[in-house]
T-cell receptor, first 114, second 112 residues
């Protein structure tokens, strides 16, 4: 059971380039989340999904897109990368909604946009 | 809008000391509160989850308490060890929301 996996671990992008951050989980969780963490700050929610085919915006969605075609995968797309998107990106999953469920996090992708 | 604050931002203690980390939140209508540990360059590991109906949770040397009415939670670490050195994050899930709102964390250093 690998839990939540993310690729790549590190990436440097030039301004205006695009890329997709991959996230997969093998725990059959319905709920998946993308967060970003800026230095010295807490995590902020970018997008989340409550199941295959269903996604919704979080706190900071601008500049990002997501899709959820399967239960296992939840890729995050960056279009026209900007320096403000330099951050560490974490994917997480949980088995359900409400007060009983922990969120399980991947190891993160460190992205630099120059 | 829910806001989560953690004080202090950094804490340095000698090995063996008992310590308390603080977390406060502005909206008491929460579903749960979670404490996480984050090691440098790594992801988050969930330590304790306290449901809104609970007052505390314990795991080994860790004890987390929740006082919803005052908007506070504390994480108590007994007999601290150098391996406890990490950043500790508090996060709350508000009622009716899928979103976890995180504090900025407390960076703990336990000196041998």
């Amino acid at each position: 059971n690998a839990g939540v996996t993310q690729t790549p671990k590190f990436r440097i992008l030039k301004i205006g380039q695009s890329m997709t951050l991959q996230c997969a989980q093998d725990m059959n969780h319905n709920y998946m989340y993308w967060y970003r963490q800026d230095p010295g700050m807490g995590l902020k929610l970018i997008y989340y999904s409550v199941g295959a085919g269903i996604t919704d915006k979080g706190e900071v969605p601008n500049g990002y897109n997501v899709s959820r075609s399967t239960t296992e995968d939840f890729p995050l797309r960056l279009e026209l990368a900007a320096p403000s998107q330099t951050s560490v990106y974490f994917c997480a999953s949980s088995p359900g909604y409400g007060g009983d469920y922990e969120q399980y996090f991947g190891p993160g992708t460190r992205l630099t946009v120059t | 809008k829910q806001e989560v604050t953690q004080i202090p931002a950094a804490l340095s203690v000698p090995e063996g000391e008992n310590l308390v980390l603080n977390c406060s939140f502005t909206d008491s209508a929460i579903y749960n509160l979670q404490w996480f540990r984050q090691d440098p360059g790594k992801g988050l590991t969930s330590l304790l989850l306290i449901q809104s109906s609970q007052r505390e949770q314990t795991s080994g040397r860790l004890n987390a308490s929740l006082d919803k009415s005052s908007g506070r939670s504390t994480l108590y670490i007994a007999a601290s060890q150098p391996g406890d050195s990490a950043t500790y994050l508090c996060a709350v899930r508000s009622g009716g929301s899928e979103k976890l709102v995180f504090g900025k964390g407390t960076k703990l250093t336990v000196n041998p």
